[in-house]
């Protein structure tokens, strides 16, 4: 553990994936936010206590796992932990913009609860594609065709592609053949690519409606893999967020440039963690259990 006076903390908050296994705590805040997701027709207060199938879907996955971050980002900071930046994976980045003081929590999860409902509507898959370098994953890709695309940049041997089925299946299949390893994802469509672009247009009002205010700690984009700190520029990000590639590797490497010391994942397992530690020496990553348990 470092001396507090040379400790940089970022607050990472992980995407769509693990949906967590039970309520949070009941605080005014939480009943509010469970009766917003409640209004969008995702009762979660009654789906998560008894392991609902439809929590696996995209519409109910999404706001459950932002729920669940803002739970978590909220105990930490009452055990005294200041993030000095934010950074959110996809989904996450709406956590990332409350935690900066960009969006208010209500006006996130309005906003989630849409995308998640927008989103499911279009099929499609994703697949990790592992031990091999991003020149060669980008290779298949380009033989396959425009079907598939490269969706996030997570590490210097993991890409995820993303488009139909067939066409993700064939470079799964194809990375197989050289070395490298496909691992399907549980999603239901085609995150981060053109074919979401429906869905990124229907969003796009709701966006331009919602407050974005000046942040309170500088916030790294995914979009940009850059330091946003601008609210117009922010909104702008958020818009062709759905369509944008997930650039991973550029925020952590923007977060060791800036001196963090330690990035602790706001959220249920170690996705981020796990990742981070592939991409940098820099930084000591940390589970949200970590964190709470008091390493940092």
Same mark, same amino acid.
């Given at each position: 553990?470092?001396?507090?006076?040379?400790?940089?903390?970022?607050?990472?908050?992980?995407?769509?994936?693990?949906?967590? %296994?039970?309520?949070?705590?009941?605080?005014? +805040?939480? *009943?509010?936010?469970?009766?917003?997701?409640?209004?969008?027709?995702?009762?979660?207060? %009654?789906?998560? #206590?008894? @392991?609902? %199938?439809?929590?696996?879907?995209?519409?109910?996955?999404? #706001?459950?796992?932002?729920?669940?971050?803002?739970?978590?980002?909220?105990?930490?900071?009452?055990? $005294?932990?200041? #993030?000095?930046?934010?950074? @959110?994976?996809?989904?996450?980045?709406?956590?990332?913009?409350?935690?900066? @003081?960009?969006?208010?929590?209500?006006?996130?999860? &309005?906003?989630?609860?849409?995308?998640?409902?927008?989103?499911?509507?279009?099929?499609?898959?994703?697949?990790?594609?592992?031990?091999?370098? =991003?020149?060669?994953?980008?290779?298949?890709?380009?033989?396959? $065709?425009?079907?598939?695309?490269?969706?996030?940049?997570?590490? #210097?041997? +993991?890409?995820?592609?993303?488009?139909?089925?067939?066409?993700?299946?064939?470079?799964?299949?194809?990375? %197989?053949?050289?070395?490298?390893?496909? !691992?399907?994802?549980?999603?239901?469509? =085609?995150?981060?690519? =053109?074919?979401?672009?429906?869905?990124? &247009?229907?969003?796009?009002?709701?966006?331009?409606?919602?407050?974005?205010?000046?942040?309170?700690?500088?916030?790294?984009?995914?979009?940009?893999? @850059?330091? *946003? +700190?601008?609210?117009?520029?922010?909104?702008?990000?958020?818009?062709? +967020?759905?369509?944008?590639?997930?650039?991973?590797?550029?925020?952590?490497?923007?977060?060791?440039?800036?001196?963090?010391?330690?990035?602790?994942?706001?959220?249920?397992?170690?996705?981020?963690?796990?990742?981070?530690?592939? !991409?940098?020496?820099?930084?000591?990553?940390?589970?949200?259990? *970590?964190?709470?348990?008091?390493?940092?």
């Amino acid at each position: 553990m470092v001396d507090d006076t040379n400790r940089r903390i970022a607050f990472l908050y992980p995407g769509q994936g693990a949906i967590p %296994e039970a309520l949070p705590p009941s605080t005014p +805040q939480v *009943e509010r936010l469970l009766a917003i997701a409640a209004s969008h027709d995702v009762p979660l207060a %009654e789906w998560i #206590p008894n @392991g609902d %199938e439809r929590l696996g879907e995209t519409r109910a996955m999404q #706001p459950a796992i932002l729920i669940d971050s803002l739970v978590r980002d909220a105990v930490l900071r009452q055990s $005294g932990l200041v #993030p000095a930046f934010v950074a @959110g994976h996809s989904l996450g980045e709406y956590a990332a913009l409350v935690g900066a @003081g960009v969006l208010s929590a209500e006006g996130a999860l &309005d906003l989630v609860c849409e995308r998640g409902r927008l989103m499911n509507r279009v099929d499609g898959a994703m697949a990790a594609i592992v031990k091999l370098a =991003p020149s060669v994953v980008e290779h298949l890709c380009d033989d396959v $065709g425009s079907d598939v695309v490269i969706a996030n940049r997570n590490g #210097p041997r +993991q890409l995820v592609v993303t488009g139909t089925h067939a066409a993700v299946a064939r470079v799964v299949a194809e990375a %197989e053949a050289v070395g490298g390893r496909g !691992i399907r994802l549980r999603v239901s469509g =085609p995150f981060h690519s =053109p074919f979401m672009k429906p869905a990124e &247009d229907a969003l796009a009002p709701s966006i331009a409606r919602t407050t974005f205010s000046t942040p309170s700690v500088p916030v790294v984009s995914a979009v940009s893999g @850059g330091v *946003e +700190q601008d609210p117009g520029r922010l909104r702008t990000l958020l818009t062709v +967020q759905i369509t944008s590639c997930v650039r991973w590797v550029d925020v952590v490497d923007r977060l060791a440039s800036s001196g963090v010391t330690h990035a602790v994942e706001i959220g249920s397992g170690s996705v981020l963690t796990n990742l981070g530690r592939r !991409i940098t020496e820099k930084i000591a990553f940390l589970t949200y259990e *970590e964190a709470a348990d008091g390493v940092v």
